[in-house]
Structure formats: structure tokens, C-alpha cells
T-cell receptor, first 111, second 118 residues
Framework: QSVLTQPPSVSGAPGQRVTISCTGS?????????VQWYQQLPGGPPKLLIH???NRPSGVPDRFSGSKSGTSASLAITGLQAEDETEYFC???????????FGTGTAVTVL | QVRLVQSGAEVKKPGASVKVSCEIS????????IQWVRQAPGQGLQWMGW????????NYAQKFQGRVTMTRDTSTSTAYMELSRLTSDDTAMYYC???????????WGQGTLITVSS
């Protein structure tokens, strides 16, 4: 049911940089709709990390950054920390389906 | 401090209905749309629809049309999501969230677990 595709998992050592991709299509990301990123800790609700492709809400560490190009977007985590080990979702809007769409989710593992 | 506090977990039988509440505090209730999203166990997030607390206008995902009703009580700053004709496929965590510019959702309620089981 997820319209946006993410890798199931990514991993990295503490201090390293990891990136999570979010692949959509010409009716969502490629149509110019913004991409958001959320972090979801086990048992908790999603928490906004990035909005409008590359904007961090106040309180979100600058280790997190977003980018968008064509029909895809990416979330980068630099200086990976143990507390970053959890699930991440991307989100956009699909103009053909007329629904908000989410990614399949990516589990980040800190080695 | 902006808070969205949802009602507690419920167990329902197939065919029944459930109504989840989402009490808002920390901002003017009528100023922001409320979005509803669900997450089946171990699965991704699925958008259900939004409600405009100012007018009561709603927009439902086609998947839920005819089964979902989103309402509000402005006197208590509470939004509601009612889902009818429940099946086991509706077992999920249901979240309300404050809409921002009809673009992103922030913050989210803590979630309400709805279990559908005979």
C-alpha cells in the first residue's frame, strides 16, 4: 500500500554518515510535492525530522539533512549516534491518487 | 506546549464501529486541520483523511469512503474519528496529527491501538 519506496535497512558505525533514499514517481515527488521525513522510536508516534524537503524544525539536530531531486529524496544522518537506531519514514502527496503517501520505512542500525 | 492526547486502546468485534478521540491543547483548535493516519502492526503508515476544525469540512481517502467519519467538538477542542464495519484488517494503531500547511504532520498524538477480533 506504500507508494514511496525506501530500503528496508541501512547501517553504519558510530560517527559515520548514512543516507536513506525515498523513491517516488511523476505523480508525487516528481510532480513537485514536498517531501517530509519522520523518525519513529519503538512503540511511539512518528516525529517530524525534516519538512519541505530540507527544513529542520527547531530542536532537530543538524546531523539530519534532507534533499530532493527528480522523483526521489534522501535523508542523510551524519555523525551517526546510538540513539539514531530506529525507523524512518518519508512522506509526500500524490496528485493522481489525491492522498498523502508514505514510504515503506527504513530501519537504521548503528553497528 | 502543543499536545494531542488520544483515547485509550479498544478491542472490537468484526462488524462493529469504533470512535477514537483526539484532545488538543496548547494552540487554537480551529487554526489547524487535523489529520488521521493508521499503522497496522509491523507495517507502514496509511493516510485516512483530514478534518477542518473551523468548518467541520472533511476529506477522506477513497479507501475509507463510506466507512469513516471525522467530526469535532469545538467546546472541548476534541477531534473524533469513527470507523465502521470493522474487520481484522482494521487492527492498527490510529494516530491524529496536526496538519501544517496541508503538507506535513506535526506533532502527532500518542496513538490509539484498535484490535478487531472475534
Amino acid at each position: 500500500q506504500s507508494v514511496l519506496t525506501q530500503p528496508p535497512s541501512v547501517s553504519g558505525a558510530p560517527g559515520q554518515r548514512v543516507t536513506i533514499s525515498c523513491t517516488g514517481s511523476s505523480s508525487n515527488i516528481g510532480a513537485g510535492y514536498d517531501v517530509q521525513w519522520y523518525q519513529q522510536l519503538p512503540g511511539g508516534p512518528p516525529k517530524l525530522l525534516i519538512h519541505s524537503n530540507n527544513n529542520r524544525p527547531s530542536g532537530v539536530p543538524d546531523r539530519f539533512s534532507g534533499s530532493k531531486s527528480g522523483t526521489s529524496a534522501s535523508l542523510a544522518i551524519t555523525g551517526l549516534q546510538a540513539e539514531d537506531e530506529t525507523e524512518y519514514f518519508c512522506q509526500s502527496y500524490d496528485g493522481s491518487l489525491n492522498i498523502y503517501v508514505f514510504g515503506t520505512g527504513t530501519a537504521v542500525t548503528v553497528l | 506546549q502543543v499536545r494531542l492526547v488520544q483515547s485509550g486502546a479498544e478491542v472490537k468485534k468484526p462488524g462493529a464501529s469504533v470512535k477514537v478521540s483526539c484532545e488538543i491543547s496548547g494552540y487554537r483548535f480551529s487554526a489547524y486541520f487535523i489529520q488521521w493516519v493508521r499503522q497496522a502492526p509491523g507495517q507502514g503508515l496509511q493516510w485516512m483523511g483530514w478534518m477542518n476544525p473551523n468548518t467541520g469540512d472533511t476529506n477522506y481517502a477513497q479507501k475509507f469512503q463510506g466507512r469513516v467519519t471525522m467530526t469535532r467538538d469545538t467546546s472541548t477542542s476534541t477531534a473524533y474519528m469513527e470507523l465502521s464495519r470493522l474487520t481484522s484488517d482494521d487492527t492498527a494503531m490510529y494516530y491524529c496529527a496536526r496538519d501544517q500547511h496541508q503538507d506535513w504532520f506535526d506533532p502527532w498524538g500518542q496513538g490509539t491501538l484498535i484490535t478487531v477480533s472475534s
